[in-house]
Structure formats: C-alpha cells, structure tokens
C-alpha cells in the first residue's frame, strides 16, 4: 500500500538518459518504486500522456525574506520548484545583531529592488545567527524545501558593523568572520556567496560590504567551506567594467577555486548584441579553470531581456541614426515615409550597416508578438524574416508594410539578450553552465519576474527552438544543480530519493503574461507569472499544487546539509 501513485506518465528521471513509460509509487515522503505498479495506494493520480520529471531546483533566488510572509515562494510553487537556495550574491538575513537589522534591510532595498515597508513589516527577526534563522524557519509552514548559503555582507557586518562598508578587516575581525561561516555551515548552509559587483549598493548609498573585502580575506572565509569538505561558493561579480575590475574578478576566481576546492558558481553568461561576442570568452575561461582541475560552474538566464514596442512611438531603433531621425518626426509625415521606396531602401541600408549596440539589427530577431487588427492575429509570434518569405517581400517591405497597415499599432518584439539562437545553444548545452539565474524574489516591480525560468526553458528553448532534449533540460534543472550543491537525495527520481516531483504536458507548457499583484507586506505591489500546463508539483511526497492551484498544504523543509 502506497501513499501516492503516479500512473501512465513519461518519466524523465533527471539523469539525462532517455525517458520511459511508467509508474512512480512513494510512501512517506520517498521514492519507493518506478515502473509497472499493480499495488494500490491512497491516492492514484492519472498522469499519461504527461512528463514526470523531478522537482525543479531554483538554485539562484532571494526568497531570504519573502519566506516569512510567502512559505509558497510564490509563484515558483506554480512552476513546479520543489526546492529554492537562498542567500545568493552576499546577502542573507544572518547572522545578524539587532543593531544591524536596517543594514541589512538596506542592502536588499537597493541590490535585490523590494520595498523597505514590506521588509520592515514582513521580516521577524527572531534569530542572531545563521543557525537560529533556519530553526526559527522550520518552525512556519513552508510549501518547498529551502536551502541557504551564508552570505558575506551579512557576516562582514555582524564581525565589523558599519565599518564593513568603510575598509578592509583586520586579522581578528577576520577570524570572526571566519567562525560565523563555519558555525553556518555546521548548522547546515550549503556553502558562502560573495559579491565583488561595482554596481551594488546599500540604500544609504554606500557599496555593499563585501566589496570591501581584501584577497586575505576571500582566501579564509572560503577555506572554511573547504575545511567542511560539502557546499560551494557562489560569487556575484557583475558586468567586466574596466581592466582594473576585470583583473580583480580573476584574482577573486582563482583565490577561492584555490582555497576551497569546491564548486563553484560564478560567471554569468548571455548572448549580448552589445557585446556578441564576450560568451565566448567567458566559456574559455570557465573551461580552461575546468581543465586545471577545479569545477568551475557559470550559471545563464533562461529568460531573454525582451523588448515590445511599435512604430508609433518608441525608441527602440534609435541607435541606427536614420531610424532615429526618422521616429522623430511627425506621426502623419513619417507614415508618408515608411511607405517611399526611396527612404525604405535608406533604412534598409542603415540596418545592416555599424554594430549592434541593444538591437540585434537582424530580421530574424524581430517578432510580431501583437497584431492590431484581427485579419492579422495569425501572424502573431512570426519572425518578419518569416513574414517576408510567406510574402515574397523583401524584410523591411513586409514589416513596414504590416505596420503602415495597423496604423503603426503593431506590436513587435526583440531580446537584448539571448536574442542569438546559435549562440543560446552553445552557452545552453555548455557541460560547466547551469540554467537559472532567476534573482527570484527580488526586482519584485520587474515586469518579466524570474519565477518560470524552468518554464521558459522547458517551453521556449526546448519545444519551440529545440536547442537541447527534454531530458538532457530536465537534467540540468534538477540533478546538476542538487549534486554541486549536494542535496543529494534530491534532483532525480530513483528508488530512495526524496519524493519531489513535477507533472507537465510538454506540448501545452508555457508561461502566463505576467500580472501586476499588491500582496506584499503593507500592500505593496509586485508582479508575478503564472504557468500553464503544469499540473501538479508534488514536494515530499505531498500534493502541493494542482492545476495552478495551492492544495493547502505545506509539505517543504528545511534542508540542512550535515
Ligand atoms: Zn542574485
């Protein structure tokens, strides 16, 4: 007799080898038996025709205060997450002295964009040190798992108060730092997160405290995540401003790969139109660490940087100068233009002339993502490469035409980033990148939110673009990301392991638009995403979220990693 079975679905176990047809029976929270199952259970959930995957694991999240408030991690829940890590880039929420709060409340203000008041009001504080704050946390209901690293600015300000954000520690202060981390980890944190990036600040202004940090430092507070032999260390770093940055980035890198011998979890990679070309570079890097013996990870968004605009009134090709000129004339005049062949042929031109800065300049990047008038609507999603090709046309005749045609209301769509499928493919498949990113619970007014990172992925990259098979994405979102950080009994679906599971349809998965929502403490607002196809998330066994809908249970823990 088993609690629950999974019946007819496909089984896309994490592992990457290929999918099978069978049943999935779990007891008390396990995995106890895939396959053909005649034996009953409590609950028998038909899931043909249906993947049954492991659970996701949202590796890079600042779900660090939103817990208190959210024990969903809304929306992520809806997406099929299972467990979350916090305490990414630096910041976490302990250690902490009483004293400190407001600082720390500032850093998540300005680096991760939520609202003070909600912070203020949704955040209890009832823990000093990184241990108490995951015993105070088992103690609320929690829908997923959650992990934790420690993060530097915290324990820079716990060891140094407001002189963490003024200068370099001194070696006693150093030595206490050192004893906040090892106490984290023996409470169970997954590792360190540190963060060198030039562009993050605390509200007050001032730079964030672990920018403060000397190499001294780095070297000793990642020895004692080497010493505990479990975990890694992620390492926040930013854009490469200058050579003087980029020289410090690279110090930072082989001081801790050096020191604690553990994964680590750096470099973000994108295809950038402004930069085409620095991914490459960024995978030679992560691999050449690879090749001296350290694992080096990267980490990529699923989500494209996506733009939306029309003819009517935007500045979206204003870095092509005769575009420029050309949306800044008047409405009637500049109809008048987009129709003459003679300033067609000119625009045309400018398109394929000079770099790219933001825009990929590329017909085949540009989509109609809305159509004004209904004889149009099956356009929609199309590329005006495509659009040109059913037309006979030439691109710039078949976009202008369409948009002369809706009065300039058509609504096209291009990325910043990731905008370059060849290139997506190669960071994507990359063995050293792992598919994230999702700074979920942070930018809360980011109208393209991370949670459905996941769904993006396993919708857009793999069924629309097939830049990798379903099970080698299901892998890389589950089992990759359990093993560098070792939760080891999550991430695939064996026999043994813990019973976190998804259940989607992958032709009907996808992402909902994005909704503007008021449900943070003191009411105020943030945007989220829902999922469509997604059916149920199971987390230890227990039916989490069905249909779009939570269950009412709260089946997530705390996960330790001792
Ligand atoms: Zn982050």
């Known amino acids: 007799m088993y609690d629950l079975i999974l019946k007819g679905g496909r089984i896309y176990d994490g592992s990457g080898m290929p999918s099978f047809l069978g049943d999935l029976a779990i007891r008390d929270g396990r995995i106890e038996e895939i396959g053909r199952i005649n034996a009953s259970a409590d609950r028998v959930l038909d899931v043909s025709g249906l993947a049954v995957a492991p659970g996701i694991i949202d590796f890079h999240t600042h779900f660090d205060a939103q817990l208190w408030w959210d024990p969903l991690a809304s ?22 002295k009483p004293e400190s709060r407001d600082a720390l409340i500032g850093t998540f203000v300005r ?27 088992e103690q609320k209901p929690l829908g ?78 990642c020895r004692v995540v080497g010493e505990s032999q479990r975990g890694l260390v992620q390492f926040t770093h930013g854009a490469f401003a200058t050579p003087e940055h980029v020289a410090h980035i690279s110090q930072w890198y082989d001081t801790i790969l050096k020191e604690t011998q553990r994964p680590l979890i750096g470099e973000s990679i ?33 989500r494209p940087s996506v733009r939306r605009w029309t003819l009517k009134d935007s500045n979206r090709l204003d870095e092509i100068s005769a575009w420029k000129t050309l949306m800044t004339m008047p409405l009637e005049l500049r109809k008048i233009l987009l129709g003459d062949p003679k300033t067609r042929d000119e625009l045309d031109k400018a398109m394929t002339e000079g770099k790219p800065i933001n825009f990929s300049r590329r017909w085949n990047c540009i989509a109609i993502k809305k159509a004004a008038r209904a004889e149009n609507k099956n356009l929609e999603g ?61 930018h809360v007014a980011n109208a393209t939110p991370g949670f459905g990172y996941s769904t993006i992925m396993l919708a857009h990259w793999v069924r629309e673009h097939q830049i990798m098979s379903l099970e080698d994405a299901v892998k890389k979102l589950t089992f990759l990301p359990a093993s560098l950080f070792g939760i080891h009994d999550r991430g695939l679906l064996r026999r043994g392991m813990a019973a976190d599971v998804v259940v989607f349809d992958p032709e009907k998965i996808d992402l909902a638009e ?28 227990s039916v989490l979220m069905k249909n779009g809908a939570h269950t009412g249970v709260y089946p997530g823990r705390v996960l330790r990693s001792v």
Not at 85 to 93: A, M, P, Q, R, S
Not at 287 to 302: D, K, L, N, P
Request: contains cysteine.
């Open 75 to 96: 929306t992520s829940h809806e997406h099929g997450v299972t467990t979350v890590v916090t305490g990414n880039c630096g910041l976490t929420l302990a250690p902490c």
């Open 111 to 137: 680096v991760e964009a939520m609202p003070r008041k909600s912070l203020q009001a949704g955040i209890p504080w009832e823990w000093t040190t990184h241990g108490e704050y995951l015993n105070a946390l």
């Open 144 to 221: 997923l798992n959650v992990a934790t690293l420690v993060g530097h600015c915290a324990v820079r300000q716990y060891a140094m108060g407001e002189a963490c954000v003024e200068r370099e520690a001194n070696d006693s202060e150093i030595a206490e730092m050192e004893e906040l981390v090892r106490q984290g980890m023996a409470a169970g944190a997954f590792g360190f997160s540190t963060n060198s990036n030039q562009s993050h600040y605390r509200e007050d202004g001032k730079p964030v405290a672990s920018r403060f940090a000397a190499l001294d430092e780095i070297a000793r507070l």
């Open 270 to 302: 994108r295809h950038r139109w402004s930069e085409p070309e620095l991914w490459r570079k960024q995978l030679n890097d992560v691999e050449e660490r690879c090749r001296q013996g350290y694992a080096a990870y990267a980490m990529t968004s699923t």
């Open 382 to 442: 199309k590329s005006i490469d495509e659009l040109a090709q059913s037309q006979s046309k030439q691109p710039i005749d078949a976009f202008l035409d369409l948009a002369l045609g809706e009065d300039l209301e058509t609504t096209f769509e291009d990325s910043t980033t990731q905008g370059d499928i060849q290139a997506v493919k190669e960071i994507f498949n990359n063995p050293h990148v792992l598919l994230g990113q999702s700074d979920a619970g942070a």
């Open 514 to 541: 994005p909704e503007k929502v008021a449900d943070l403490p003191e009411g105020a607002p943030r945007y989220i995403q829902r999922a469509k196809g997604i059916h149920y998330t199971i987390v230890n066994g």
